[in-house]
């Protein structure tokens, strides 16, 4: 079975500067075709999940271009170039392929 | 704007079944550009993935899950439902139906909260 790893568990942030969190695969998640099957959420307090960034790198429509994804394989990033306020709560990374899997989530907080 | 709405009873006694049923609105479920999901978050706890249906009737469950677990699909109603048997307190949580296309990514439910408790 394919295990998400995310890191850090926790990331206390002050508004306006960057963040970043990491999510490591234990297969690859990159298909034939080219694509990385690897999206990340944000699941906000009492709200469901919100999809961020889909296929390792692509903002979901209405997503602030102050986030972004990438990497490929095995190893992928979600960044924040400046935290705003409303960016806390909980990011996941998911695999999309076949059976999803997710990683264990990251706590963002305005410290 | 596509809907998705989970109903079904919000307190379950161990060791019965926990049935819920996903309505679709403004969407199909017999499209082949999507797979019909459950996902759950047991309290203060991360997301689990329980199983998919597509719109042939194939399901894919979570090994560790497949045993208890029954997904159904109902063209005629535009609905999914799932059944999960002899449920423990560790069943406790909010349950997600959710629509996922493997490349644009999942679309959720607002969830509702199950409780298992006697």
């Known amino acids: 079975d394919i295990v998400l790893t995310q890191s850090p568990l926790s990331l206390p942030v002050t508004p306006g500067e960057p963040a970043s969190i990491s999510c490591r695969s234990s297969q690859s998640l990159l298909h034939s075709n080219g694509n990385n099957y690897l999206h990340w959420y944000l699941q906000k307090p009492g709200q469901s999940p919100q999809l961020l960034i889909y296929?390792?790198?692509n903002r979901a429509p209405g997503v602030p271009d102050r986030f972004s994804g990438s990497g490929s394989g095995t190893d992928f990033t979600l960044k924040i170039s400046r935290v705003e306020p409303e960016d806390v709560g909980v990011y996941y990374c998911?695999?999309?392929?076949?059976?999803?899997?997710f990683g264990g989530g990251t706590k963002v907080e305005i410290k | 704007q596509l809907q998705v709405q989970e109903s079904g009873p919000r307190l379950v006694k161990p060791s019965e079944t926990l049935s819920l049923t996903c309505t679709v609105s403004s969407g199909s479920v017999s499209s082949a550009d999507y797979y019909w999901d459950w996902i759950r978050q047991p309290p203060g706890r991360g997301l689990e993935w329980i199983g998919s249906i597509y719109y042939s009737g194939i399901t894919y469950y979570n090994p560790s899950l497949n045993s208890r677990v029954t997904i159904a699909v109902d063209t005629s109603k535009n609905q999914f439902s799932l059944n999960l048997r002899s449920v423990t307190a560790a069943d406790t949580g909010v349950y997600y139906c959710?629509?996922?296309?493997?490349?644009?990514?999942?679309?959720w439910g607002q969830g509702t909260l199950v409780t298992v408790s006697s």
């Open positions: 296929l390792g790198s």
């Open positions: 998911m695999r999309s392929l076949q059976a999803p899997t």
């Open positions: 959710a629509r996922r296309n493997t490349v644009r990514g999942v679309y």
